[in-house]
């Protein structure tokens, strides 16, 4: 099941010449910055705005086809779209919005309406009018709406760029469960790498109207594509591991990455509980021996694959490398190092080494990985 889109629109001087083919379910991520077509692309794809040529299709069901003149009316396209600035009605209190959406379903009841109050907990807020609504409440409202629709795609359009960090933290979670709840292929649009890092499970990467690179986020996080849009300090591997247990000696979580283990802060989890864990550039030390007697307790033992030249940052004011380090079972971790800590250290492709991370530099970085997509069909 895929998702796949085509298309061409010219806006003046902005030309959007885009094509992707995302898996769904799951969450696809726009990602990239201001101005580079995100939300033209869901405005095409929602029906909102005409493409000049291109295909648009969603499994076997064509939307858009320009060769064959087929347009597939936006009303119909059974497409719930979620706004920045939520848009609901304000005359109305959360339950009548609700209901407004329920009514104008074209699709058979998908998802009922008590599964979206649990999922979003919305039934303390069903009373109150818009005004009485925090921003992030406003949003899951929005979600909610979006929801009793009964689309079979969700657009979400930078739904927590209105909203300080405090509100988008509690806003986050919902989205989480969503994801893993529900088989509905959501596409979110953001230029925060951080939401995209803990929401996506396959990101689409926009710039200057067109699509330069796309995949799974833990190969993403590898490319040097991605590197020049998040800066420096956010380079890193994204590695989704699974839970061993707990350390009874410190109280962390072991998670079982590559072929080896690593510990972090998180809540008490089930073993078999999937995490995903961004290992910074920047927080990681290369060692070319066993290390001994050290107080850092992350240590996972590879072989280095590449050694390129940094080209996002500085490291202690001198020219920088990024080391890459396979660990094992698919996954790989980076590191930045001074150019005179390869050459002194003798770092070489193919040779042994050691990634140590302290514990405390994957505080924020380590979260529940997306589960296993449902099958769609069925009601929930």
Known sequence: MSLKVVVEKRLESFMLDVEF???TPGIVALFGPSGCGKSTTINIIAGLLAADRGQISLDDDVLLDTRRQVAIAAERRGIGYVFQDARLLPHLNVASNLGYAQRRARRAPYVSRERVLAMLDLEPLLSRRVHQLSGGE????AIGRALLSQPRLLLLDEPLAALDRDRREEVLPYLET????LSIPMIYVSHQFDEVLRLA???????SGTVVAEGGIT???????LRGLIGPDAVGAVIDGTVIGEDPASGLTRVQVGNGEIKVEAARLAAGTRMRVQLLARDVIVSTRMPQHLSVRNSVQGVIT?????????????GSDLVSIDIGAGASILARVTGAATRELELAVGTSAWALVKAVSLRGHSFPAPSP?????GAT
Not at 138 to 141: D, E, K, Y
Not at 201 to 207: E, G
Not at 373 to 377: H, V
Request: aromatic share 0%.
């Open 21 to 23: 083919n995302a898996p």
């Open 201 to 207: 499970t396959h990101i689409v990467l926009m710039q």
């Open 178 to 181: 969503l994801r893993d709840q």
């Open 373 to 377: 997509p449902l099958e769609r069909g």
């Open 306 to 318: 590449a050694i390129d030249a940094d080209g996002t940052g500085k490291a202690g004011g001198v």
């Open 219 to 225: 190969q993403m996080s590898l490319d040097p594509k």
């Open 138 to 141: 406003r949003q899951r409202v």
